[in-house]
């Protein structure tokens, strides 16, 4: 467990997990989720619609029943006994939210108005 406060360098602390979970109840993008799946980081998130969306029904991610403590507790063990990372999560996450994406979305936006 890891509760690093107030970070400039997101990026580092990314960079030292092993494993992100996000076990939030209400959220409205979950932008920590996809920040983990850029980081090339197996995610763990509960099934929210907001999450289902993030992760493509959860193509991109582990799901699990919202309230349902063993099944969090089930994959956190799982995804820490797995020794290899699956860069397929990775690869579509990168396609869906690069940031050069989103500016070229923001620009066509600004173009026709």
Do not use: C, W
């Not at 989720?33 to 509960?46: D, G, I, Q, Y």
């Not at 919202?66 to 990372?85: C, P, R, S, V, Y």
């Amino acid at each position: 467990m890891f509760f690093p406060g107030i970070e400039q360098d997101v990026g580092s602390i990314y960079k030292a997990l092993g494993l992100f979970v996000y076990a939030s109840l209400h959220d409205t993008f979950g932008m920590a989720v996809v920040e983990a799946l850029l980081s090339r980081k197996p995610v763990v998130v509960n099934d929210l619609e907001v999450f289902k969306e993030i992760t493509l029904n959860g193509k991109l991610a582990d799901l699990y029943p919202t309230n349902d403590h063993e099944a969090l507790a089930g994959l956190i063990l799982q995804k820490t006994l797995q020794k290899k990372f699956d860069e397929g999560p990775y690869q579509q996450a990168k396609e869906l939210y690069a940031i050069e994406k989103h500016f070229k979305s923001l620009n066509e936006i600004y173009q026709k108005l």
